[in-house]
């Protein structure tokens, strides 16, 4: 091990294009895009009854989003850095003159027929959304500011899966076209928030290993937006086996 550290920290830093075509080779490798479950949520597969477990299991990622993005702000060590993250936390908290990602979301989720009281109350969730989406808060609060804020990069490749994701539902679930508007938002809203992050991990990856660091950080983002559909799949696919207490589909899949 010390023999790679050393290795890495001599090797020649990657340029800012070299390193954001690293940055996005993981996504074009791990991002949940490939997942199978959303496969089939792009082919018209899936049922009402697992349009509405993926709601409710998304809901908990999207509720820690503001959470991980206050615990980075509190670690920015200067004004500009923070003005800059703290939109992150109004794009999904809101503010008095709009209402936030978190707020969309649950508009989503009551158009796949949840009840948006229980969504939040977290009412159902499967256990390995909790662990996983928990490992992301982990990240963020253990790990250097570097790698906090380059575990965010997967919106560099997240505006295409929302463009498909948004084009594939309301071509095959249209009762859930009035439900789309947190998609909507996120299709400008990623792309400045990619563009800051990526200037920020290589203005401040000062060697070859911090650079490496915060690519891994990536890997492990795109790993736990894996997790999540993992425990969807095994749960409400294949073999459709839900723990206890978790969300039930009824017969018939509503």
Not at 66 to 92: C, E, N, T
Not at 134 to 159: D, G, K, P, Q, W
């Amino acid at each position: 091990m010390a023999v790679r550290t050393l290795e890495a920290n001599s090797a020649e830093l990657l340029s800012f294009d070299d390193l954001r075509a690293r940055l996005r080779a993981v996504g074009e490798e791990r991002y949940h895009h490939k997942h199978p479950f959303h496969l089939m949520m792009h082919e018209g597969r899936l049922s009402s009854g697992q349009l509405q477990a993926w709601a409710l299991n998304r809901y908990y990622y999207q509720s820690i989003i503001p959470i991980k993005d206050s615990i980075i702000l509190s670690r920015g060590p200067d004004s500009a850095f923070r003005r800059a993250w703290r939109k992150r936390v109004v794009d999904h908290d809101g503010d008095a003159s709009s209402e936030g990602g978190i707020q969309r979301w649950l508009k989503l989720a009551e158009a796949t027929g949840l009840n948006a009281d229980q969504v939040r109350a977290g009412t159902g969730i499967l256990p390995a959304t909790r662990f996983a989406v928990n490992e992301y808060l982990h990240i963020v609060r253990s790990r250097s500011l570097l790698e906090a804020v380059a575990s965010s990069l997967t919106e560099l490749f997240s505006r295409d899966l929302i463009s498909l994701r948004m084009e594939k539902l309301r071509q095959h679930y249209p009762w859930l076209s009035g439900g789309l508007d947190y998609f909507e938002a996120r299709l400008t809203q990623a792309p400045e928030d990619a563009k800051f992050a990526v200037e920020y991990v290589y203005a401040n990856a000062k060697t070859r290993t911090e650079q490496e660091l915060a690519t891994q950080a990536l890997r492990d983002k795109c790993d736990i937006l894996w997790a999540q559909l993992d425990a969807l799949y095994f749960a409400y696919v294949q073999p459709g086996w839900p723990p206890p207490g978790a969300f039930l589909m009824k017969e018939g899949g509503v």
